[in-house]
């Protein structure tokens, strides 16, 4: 069993920056596909971010430009960079690991509890 614990979470003036970490357990963390989901009140859960073991990285497109995706194996942690943030990515943000599969597809196998990320105007 994989956990995954995200944290970095606030409140944030539009136009700020925050940094979202995630630690995942397991000697395997550098296999993973790591991604960044996040899910605002009354709305789906939508991808953000991820990237593979090989360092590819994929992004939605209302993030590109603003966010990015890290990860250090040797921490077994993943970050997400988010700058220039606006209203609308409040959201609870979630991060997740899957050892196959579509990158931007929510089926990965391990979720964390999610970390809230508010942004007032």
């Known amino acids: 069993q994989v956990q995954v614990v995200e944290s970095g979470g606030g409140l944030v003036q539009a136009g700020g920056s925050l940094r979202l970490s995630c630690a995942a357990s397991?000697?395997?963390?550098?296999?993973?596909?790591m991604g960044w989901f996040r899910q605002a009140p009354g709305k789906e859960r939508e991808f953000v971010a991820a990237?593979?073991?090989?360092?590819?990285?994929r992004y939605a497109d209302s993030v590109k430009g603003r966010f990015t995706i890290s990860r250090d194996n040797r921490k077994n942690t993943v970050y997400l960079e988010m700058n220039s943030l606006k209203p609308e990515d409040t959201a609870v943000y979630y991060c997740?690991?899957?050892?196959?599969?579509?990158?931007?597809?929510?089926?990965?196998?391990?979720w964390g509890q999610g970390t809230q990320v508010t942004v007032s105007s």
């Open positions: 397991g000697r395997t963390f550098s296999t993973y596909t």
């Open positions: 990237i593979m073991w090989s360092g590819n990285r």
């Open positions: 997740a690991a899957r050892t196959a599969g579509l990158m931007t597809s929510a089926d990965y196998d391990y």
